[in-house]
């Protein structure tokens, strides 16, 4: 599975942004997606995942109720909605898929290229 994140850009504190994430390859498998950030020094963050039927959704408590993940599986495409967003939210965000969808990043198998954030106040 190929991830190809994108999206990312200089928006303002109180923007919006979308971010998507295409897959290619294996991609019929049934894989959940999630979407974690990293800021440079810090340790990769969760902020959301997503299982193959979008039933599931969970989300970090930093982005609840501003964030939302979401899924076109006929475009084997997941997306990241961000509305509200802070200056903290500023890191490079990183698609992934696996075959559970939890926290743990050391669960996902496949990881996009990331995409840099970047939220002035």
């Known amino acids: 599975v190929q991830l190809q994140a994108s999206g990312g850009g200089l928006v303002q504190a109180g923007d919006s942004l979308r971010l998507s994430c295409a897959a290619s390859g294996r991609t019929s498998s049934g894989y959940a997606m999630a979407w974690f950030r990293q800021v440079p020094g810090k340790e990769r963050e969760f902020v959301g995942t997503i299982n193959w039927s979008g039933g599931l959704r969970v989300y970090a408590d930093s982005v609840k109720g501003r964030f939302t993940i979401s899924r076109d599986n006929a475009e084997n495409t997941v997306y990241l909605q961000m509305n509200s967003l802070k200056p903290e939210d500023t890191a490079v965000y990183y698609c992934?898929?696996?075959?559970?969808?939890?926290?743990?990043?050391?669960?996902?198998?496949?990881w996009g290229q990331g995409t840099l954030v970047t939220v002035s106040s």
């Open positions: 992934a898929a696996g075959t559970l969808a939890t926290m743990r990043p050391l669960e996902y198998a496949y």
